[in-house]
């Protein structure tokens, strides 16, 4: 592979194309490559990344690692900003295509740093081409196999394919944002914004791409086998997307892996604590210990504590009872909140009405303080108790419900609860 000196201006510049030929057809791999001459004999470190991603989202990543290590970015079909709609590929055939791009490129051996979506296609081949590989990071990755997590990617394409864009950005936000942790994570309004701007302006290609991978995600089985190499995964402490436990489940399974959490970060962690996130990545590239750097704490997976993670708390309003209305069919159900925070609630039915059910679609939870309803999908029911999902619609009333969970009178449930969507798995 022939590398270029880097310079953070390249990183927008036209990336070079790899044609790959399989029998399922022709596929383009767009890439980046840069390295220092005096690392040339050192292995690469190839850069995997997630939804919403382009290369220049590795700016601080890239111009660390650099310095000690040659750089490959790359995006394969439907990735990144990589425009080739591939809905034949499943994730497993990602692998394969991995491994045929290190041919082609003659790359015997590369370490891996794959984000979030990343994440999962690195872990794939890591563990089917075992010899290729030297060392594997991994950030944000989840089995994907929790059922609250399926229900919002799944809704997620509904609201995509029914072409409500801004619903679907507002979504996409909230799912990536833990926003019960703002102040803890420091994420702007202006952040949260432009986020959302630049989900709602997707193109049509875009579109198809998200949705072709949201779809790999929800065909996927579950990983069969794990890396055997050194492998470090790292989350944010406060991930609600792909819960911390979640992480240090996968790192439980690799034969030799480190369990990192990044303090006051969600599943955005590279962007919202960039120096601990860098410098933790960089470190574990080079080989060097990973105790003590400001911001991250090193576990064992085997001794995560779990009772460690309060992702959210979860409050009892005072003011009883609500009305839940079906849209569907109009019908309006009085039940009170047992509890209830930004991505879900308890509510218990006033009257027994075995019309509610999780198959009902069209609910919405009154909350007249806030001056919205809320889009709610029942998760599990048990006699009049409905444990639910509250998926955000709208940015602003988004922000009203916060407003309302912050600065309105309620009871806090001190009781040592994970993640609401953690229990409704």
Known sequence: MQFSTFSAADLRNTPRIQLLDTPRGQYKVEFQAYS???NLHKTPVVFLGG??????????EVELVVSTHPVILADFPSQGSNDQLAPELSLNDY???????????????VQMLGISYGSAM????????PQRI??????????????????????SLELLAAGDMNAFATTAVCNLINHNRLQATEVSPTYRRLLFRQIARLNDNERQRYAQNTQR???????????????MIATGEFDNFTLPS?????????????????????????????????????????????????GTEIYNPEAYDLADQRLQSRQRPLEQPYRLIDEVNGKEHIVRINNINFAGCELEQTHVDLSLSESSRGLYLEIPETGARFHVRIMERERKQLRCLLIQRDLKEADQLLAYLEGHL???????DNDLREQLA
């Open 217 to 231: 995600l929800l065909d996927f089985p579950g990983f069969e086998r794990f890396p055997e190499c050194p492998t």
């Open 410 to 416: 309620l009871m806090i449930r001190d009781q040592n």
């Open 246 to 294: 979640e992480n240090a489940a996968v790192a439980r399974q690799c034969a030799n892996a480190t369990f990192a959490i990044i303090k006051n970060a969600d599943h955005l962690a590279q962007f919202e604590r960039k120096e601990a996130s860098s410098t933790l990545f960089h470190s574990f590239m080079c080989g060097e210990s990973l105790e003590g750097i400001d």
């Open 95 to 109: 692998a394969d295509l991995i491994e045929l791009f290190c041919q082609e490129q003659q790359l015997d051996k």
């Open 122 to 129: 690195a872990t794939l081949f890591a563990a089917a081409y």
């Open 51 to 60: 939804a919403f991603q382009s290369f220049t989202s590795f700016k601080s």
């Open 134 to 155: 030297e060392r594997l990071l991994l950030s944000g990755i989840t089995c994907f196999r929790r059922e609250s997590l399926i229900t919002l990617l799944a809704d």
């Open 36 to 38: 220092l001459p005096e």
